[in-house]
């Protein structure tokens, strides 16, 4: 029997017809044992985060907490008959809820927004959802059970981006999941909050970014290493059909990815496709666990989705991605060649500042190093370097707007793929700045002018993705 750990974002749990969907989503997989992840209601994490950030305005705080519990009062008076047992305990459960966090908000205005107190308040989103949809499910004659992920998930100390210890989290879910999961008597459905987790004191952490994603991979993982059944599937339910091969406001009638392999997967949604964060897939990968992303509109559909496992297409290009909003930096001396540690210190001063860098591409002898940050961490980046004393003194630093394509495929392997690649730019006079590629050899990387990106990325399109879906269909009669 199939584990199926399907997650619920937002989206899903907008309305009553929402609600109706999961159970008609719960019919289809019937037959397999469930976990359910949640996510928070649309838009509450971010209204949380607000109000913990102006706990000292008083028309803010109060506005925002009304705003909260209307938004749960509401979505269970529409699922729920009135004065039923579920429809009780759900507002029970949010009074209760509401007033906890008006205590931790009581403490972060007393004490200020710690890390703590951060993930703690945003917790709550996961917590009110997950448990109103349990007891949606339990009003529907389902045996159902709530498991805060607080009391699975143990995490590491990085506040608002924490890293699961498995060794720790195998122990949780052998004693608290998988014997549900291997009851013979009931079928019971496991929802579980998404996007949090505790460090080993017992202090609440979340994910980050694609969070609920990432505790339905996490807990796949666990399953997978200590219960006997290793037949797992995760389900990530969204509001589109899957991974597209190009963003449709460059090609409007781009392709559905319907098969690609982990490490492809990690790349595309390294470089802009916000439906996948790339840590939701290293904690299945090694397991060969796959995953699918559907639609949640669409839940009947065969083959109109996106399948991440072992198996892809080796003979075609996957996906152009983008970057819009970079800036390169580059740090150049002709008086320091062969000076060692260039690129070290460089390191050392974005670290300093907490400033993400990406593809660095650098000259053999060291004359020249260029970087890519964020748009929005480009001023600091160039403050830090001014400021640090040493490059200032032996070095020009300069910046540039600029935008990163991002090809992604085993067809990158090609040599005549590259070639093919910078012909189609050269018949748009779009010149390269930079260049990385993937020691896999499955993804390369370009920097270009951020005005040329359009162009770019249409006549890369037209000159060598004619036969993305073609390439597909061909694995699809092979499955």
């Known amino acids: ?96 809820k509401l007033s906890e966090l008006e205590d931790a908000l009581e403490d972060i205005k007393e004490f200020g927004l710690e890390p703590y107190y951060k993930d703690y308040v945003l917790s709550f989103g996961e917590v009110l959802s997950t448990y109103i949809l349990n007891q949606y499910i339990l009003s529907k004659g389902l045996e159902s059970v709530y498991i805060p992920a607080n009391k699975v998930i143990i995490t590491n100390d990085e506040f608002n981006n924490a890293y699961p210890f498995y060794e720790f989290t195998n122990v949780r879910v052998k004693k608290l999941i998988i014997p549900l999961l291997e009851n013979t008597k009931k079928d019971i459905i496991i929802s579980i909050t998404g996007f949090i987790g505790r460090n080993k004191i017992g202090y609440t952490t979340t994910l980050g970014r694609g969070g609920s994603d990432y505790t339905a991979t996490i807990l796949a993982h666990s399953i997978f290493e200590v219960a006997n059944d290793k037949n797992i599937k995760v389900i990530l339910w969204k509001d589109v059909d899957g ?27 390294n470089f802009g496709a916000k439906i996948l964060h790339p840590k939701c897939l290293e904690a299945i990968e090694n397991k060969n666990i796959p995953l699918e992303l559907r639609n949640f509109n669409k839940p009947l559909e065969k083959s109109e989705f996106t399948k991440i496992s072992a198996m892809t297409n080796k003979n075609e290009i996957k996906g152009i991605s983008t970057v819009e909003d970079a800036v390169i930096i580059t740090v150049s001396s002709g008086s320091l060649v062969d000076v060692p540690g ?66 992604t495929g085993f067809k990158i392997l090609e040599n005549l793929t590259k070639v093919m690649i910078f012909q189609a730019l050269e018949k748009k006079k779009i010149r390269v700045k930079a260049i990385t590629q993937s020691t896999e050899e499955l993804n390369i990387s370009l920097v270009i002018k951020r005005e040329n990106i359009e162009d770019a990325i249409k006549i890369i399109h037209d000159d060598l993705c004619e036969n993305f879906e073609e390439e597909e269909n061909k694995l699809r009669d092979k499955m």
Request: some cysteine; overall charge neutral.
């Open 1 to 96: 029997m199939t584990i199926v750990i399907m997650k619920f974002g937002g989206s899903c749990l907008i309305d009553k017809n929402a609600f109706k969907k999961i159970l008609e989503i719960l019919e289809i997989y019937k037959d397999d044992k469930k976990i359910i992840v949640a996510s928070a209601f649309n838009g509450i994490t971010d209204l949380l985060l607000n109000t913990a950030q102006n706990v000292k305005n008083s028309k803010i705080f109060d506005d925002n907490i009304t705003i909260l519990e209307n938004k749960h009062i509401n979505t269970i008076e529409q699922i729920f008959d009135e004065d039923t047992e579920h429809y009780t305990k759900a507002k029970v459960w949010v009074d209760k």
């Open 243 to 269: 991974l597209l091969a190009i963003n449709p406001k460059y090609i409007s009638k781009s392709t559905l990815i319907k098969n690609l392999d982990y490490k492809e997967a990690k790349h595309i949604a």
């Open 342 to 407: 260039v690129l070290a210190k460089i390191f050392k001063v974005m670290s300093k500042n907490k400033i993400s860098v990406s593809l660095v591409a650098q000259s053999a002898s060291e004359i020249s190093t260029s970087f890519i940050v964020k748009e929005t961490d480009s001023l600091r980046a160039l403050k830090a370097l001014e400021s640090s004393g040493y490059f200032t003194d032996f070095f020009e630093i300069k910046s540039e707007e600029v935008a990163i394509i991002n090809v």
